[in-house]
């Protein structure tokens, strides 16, 4: 019996990035935030300190206040965009030097990239 060969279609990589700098160019993105409200239907805001997202996801054992990492897909409208959530996952996190982290990796990237 010969074993057939089965083939595996990677996802496209997340990209690390603040909800303000994320385009209706990008596929994947991986955020971090705090929750600042849910609904009933799975719609959750993120706040990274840039700006608020809209994630849609029902995730279980999250709730307002929460510091999350969120990775998904974008979804482009014509407001701007939001997260088909595919991972919301609480993490902790001290948002504070984490956007300071952001703000020097950013500048030290544009350094090396030139």
Avoid at 37 to 45: R, Y
Avoid at 73 to 101: A, D, H, S, T
Wanted: aromatic fraction near 6%; proline fraction near 2%; charged fraction near 35%.
């Amino acid at each position: 019996m010969a074993m057939e060969e089965v083939e595996f279609k990677r996802r496209v990589p997340s990209k690390l990035k603040f909800i303000k700098e994320i385009s209706k160019d990008d596929v994947r993105v991986r955020v971090f935030g705090v929750v600042t409200s849910m609904d009933d239907t799975g719609v959750m805001t993120v706040d990274d300190g840039s700006q608020i997202t809209v994630i849609a996801m029902d995730a279980e054992n999250i709730k307002v206040g929460d510091t999350v990492m969120v990775v998904g897909i974008v979804m482009p409208y014509e407001e701007g965009v939001e997260i088909r959530g595919e991972i919301v996952k609480k993490v902790k996190l001290n948002m504070q030097l984490y956007k300071k982290f952001m703000e020097i990796w950013g500048e030290a990237d544009v350094k090396d990239s030139n």
